[in-house]
């Protein structure tokens, strides 16, 4: 039969395993899509290019951390620095001089950089697979039936710090401000005196960093880290646009609620249909509500 | 008021019209001279060959160039495909190199400093297919604006329907798949354009990405029910064959069992370069037409388009359509040459190769979509030559250690780029080059 259904159970253990591993894979989607919304609100610039960033921090994560054999918090100290300095490299050297050109260019271009990345990791680190990371605290309790890992609440704990920490930032700090106003109306902005620029030189940084952070937590939970783990980029999508693109916390709803359908797609019918029912869900959320849950609703309908 | 003033005061002597036989005959030597050249076998060594093709694809150039209508033009005649003289002449010295290139490929010759010949062949067959895809892909994006990432979507289409027509329903009528395959694809094209109607850009992009993933589902949910892990294999007893009532046909000769097998470089050759150049055609025409300009304009502006008539929905689903049926022949055609289709011959690296393409070609041309995907693949048979024989790039280890990653850092460095600097590609390097010529060629005469 071409459409198989798995095996539907009831078993309540069953599906609260499902429900956990689910709101884990979700913590971890929301960590990607933080960083798609980040560069999307304030810059427009859909990102093509962030499940390699992630990778990027990933393998930086395994030289800083196991290679180098650093302190832990210096370790990722130096990681989050050397993305920062990473992302001010992409602002000033590529998308500076993309700032007005088409949105499909600006597309490719991400895409472009993703190619850079990709080949620049297997010359320098190789295609040989590399053990996960085993950093943080690796024990894990059980609730009813279902095993909790410690590692998905610390990635849970991090994504939520990240959020509130970006909301803060946004409401009260002057560059936030900056950030807001360069994303309502960047002529207004730049008369008012804001340098655009420098905003989005930030805006990239801040993505970078957050890319860092994200290869870190995920280099915990992947089987390995090769050079496959750059799906998770496209695997966030959903997420990042189910929660709406401009909305920080729409990301994290988003992140869980699409990670929670995967998870019970994944386990009742099967792994083919996680990317699917995924996808799915988010074609109906566009059809229903274009901008998302909780998207900006300046949209140009057809 | 200057135009006719003008067109008033030129003389008649500018007014020029050649007779028929004039305007075919390059064409025509274009057309029969390739032959009586690849038909005198090694009697004539290759450099005398390589003079004779030199020296009639100048001749047709030139002959083209001289015979074609000047002057007042009617409006019949303005348009015309080919209408100004350069235009002829490219017309008909392609139609020369087109015609000629198997023949020369095919050759026993081994050209100094080991140039890669004997894998040129294959590398210009999937040129041929790529260019087809590749221009279909910028039909879509480019002259009608839908941005659209189910491109790849397409193309397992045309390997299902290949599966199911070509070899399921019968081994090897690939004649059949072919027209199926773009059946299949206008209507699915149509039907996957349908969110075009409602969302853009971004949201148009994401949407059809979705689609992408159904339709890898439903490519190994195929697979997997009817042909296992191996995936479908088009060679062999698949291989497309000319039917024995066509043997008759010149320049068909069947081998020892009685059949014409389509099985090596020079016979595909010939099946894929006409279905190429006449799809081309076919989209050049198509953006030449009524259709074609609603297309562009519904691309500029969708609201002042449906304020000059032009029905909106209907244009951005035909685009789609027309699009997706050259995209899912492409496919089909790419499966039976290439002769297996895997579990992982399609995923998110076949979408960017794509990108690649029209990128580096050129955005929105269809010419970039030819030059895109000559770049495209050889690219890497240059560099490998480069690495291997050329003086002193072959004594840098560090090339040869990792060379499929340095091709695609090079591939992803250029798109940035031309992006960056050059965002018409090498279709607008060869346009400047063609107006320097022009404005050069035009100063010496003054």
């Known amino acids: 039969m071409l459409l198989a259904f798995g095996n539907f159970t009831a078993d309540p253990s069953v599906n609260l395993q499902l429900l956990i591993g689910g709101l884990a894979l979700g913590a971890i989607y929301a960590v990607v899509a933080l960083g798609f919304v980040l560069v999307y609100k304030s810059t427009d610039v859909l990102n093509l290019a962030h499940g390699e960033f992630l990778m990027l921090g990933a393998y930086f994560a395994l030289t800083f951390l196991v290679s180098e054999n650093l302190n832990f918090f210096l370790g990722v100290f130096v990681l989050l620095l050397v993305m920062l300095v990473f992302g001010l490299l992409v602002h000033y050297g590529i998308m500076r001089r993309m700032v007005g050109q088409g949105f499909f260019a600006i597309v490719l271009i991400t895409l472009g950089i993703a190619t850079i990345i990709r080949a620049l990791l297997l010359i320098f680190y190789g295609p040989t697979e590399r053990a996960r990371l085993d950093l943080l605290p690796q024990g894990s309790f059980e609730i009813g039936g279902a095993t909790v890992r410690h590692v998905d609440l610390i990635i849970f704990a991090v994504v939520a710090g990240c959020v509130l920490l970006f909301f803060a930032f946004f409401k009260y700090t002057r560059l936030g401000l900056h950030m807001r106003a360069v994303a309502d109306d960047i002529e207004a902005a730049a008369a008012m005196g804001i340098d655009p620029d420098k905003v989005y030189a930030m805006t990239w940084a801040a993505a970078m960093v957050m890319a860092g952070l994200g290869g870190l937590l995920f280099g915990h939970v992947t089987g390995a880290i090769d050079r496959s783990i750059e799906a998770i980029g496209l695997r966030a999508f959903p997420a990042a646009v189910v929660g709406g693109l401009t909305s920080l916390g729409g990301s994290i709803v988003g992140g869980l609620v699409v990670g929670v359908i995967e998870q019970f797609a994944n386990g009742h019918l099967g792994t083919k249909w996680r990317e699917p029912v995924a996808f799915s869900v988010m074609f109906l959320v566009l059809l229903v509500r274009p901008t998302g849950l909780w998207g900006r609703k300046d949209l140009e309908r057809v | 008021m200057t135009a006719v003033e003008s067109s008033a005061a030129r003389p008649e002597a500018h007014t020029y019209r050649p007779s028929a036989f004039q305007r075919i005959l390059p064409f025509a030597i274009a057309a029969v001279v390739p032959f009586i050249l690849g038909a005198t076998t090694s009697d004539v060594s ?401």
Do not use: C
């Open chain 2, 46 to 446: 290759f450099w005398w060959k390589a003079l004779i093709t030199v020296i009639v694809l100048v001749a047709v150039a030139r002959l083209a160039w001289k015979w074609t209508p000047r002057g007042e033009l009617t409006h019949r005649e303005d348009m015309r495909l080919w209408r100004t003289p350069s235009d002829r002449s490219w017309a008909a010295a392609t139609t020369f190199g087109l015609l000629v290139l198997p023949f020369i490929l095919a050759s026993d010759f081994t050209p100094p400093m080991d140039f890669p010949w004997a894998t040129w062949f294959a590398v210009v067959n999937l040129v041929l297919i790529f260019a087809m895809g590749a221009a279909a892909f910028n039909l879509l994006v480019g002259y009608s604006g839908q941005i659209s990432l189910a491109h790849v979507a397409f193309l397992a289409l045309g390997s299902i329907v290949g599966g199911i027509v070509g070899v399921q329903w019968s081994s090897g009528n690939m004649w059949l798949a072919l027209p199926a395959s773009a059946v299949a694809g206008a209507v699915v094209g149509a039907i996957s354009g349908l969110p075009a109607l409602r969302l853009k850009h971004l949201y148009l992009l994401l949407a059809t990405f979705g689609f992408h993933f159904v339709m890898m589902l439903v490519w190994r949910e195929y697979l997997q029910e009817y042909f296992g892990f191996v995936g479908i294999r088009f060679k062999g007893e698949n291989s497309p064959r000319i039917a024995s009532w066509l043997h008759w046909l010149p320049g068909i000769d069947p081998d020892q069992n009685g059949e014409f097998v389509i099985t090596g470089q020079f016979r595909w050759y010939w099946v894929i370069m006409p279905i190429t150049v006449l799809s081309i055609l076919f989209m050049v025409n198509v953006v030449r037409t009524r259709e074609g300009r609603a297309f562009a304009a519904v691309r500029d502006r969708d609201v002042s388009a449906s304020l000059l008539g032009i029905n909106v929905a209907r244009s951005k689903l035909l685009a789609f359509a027309v699009s997706s049926a050259v995209v899912a022949m492409s496919g089909t055609l790419a499966s039976f040459y290439i002769g297996s289709r895997g579990e992982d011959s399609f995923n998110v690296q076949t979408v960017l190769n794509y990108a690649i393409i029209i990128v580096v070609g050129g955005f929105s041309s269809i010419q970039g979509a030819i030059f895109g995907s000559a770049f495209f693949w050889f690219l890497p048979e240059w560099f490998k030559w480069a690495r291997e024989e050329l003086w002193l790039v072959r004594d840098i280890d560090f090339l040869s250690d990792y060379p499929s990653e340095i091709d695609l850092a090079i591939k992803g460095f250029l798109v940035v780029i031309i992006l960056m600097f050059k965002p018409d590609g090498l279709a607008g390097m060869w346009r400047d080059l063609k107006a320097w010529l022009g404005r050069k060629l035009a100063g010496s005469q003054a």
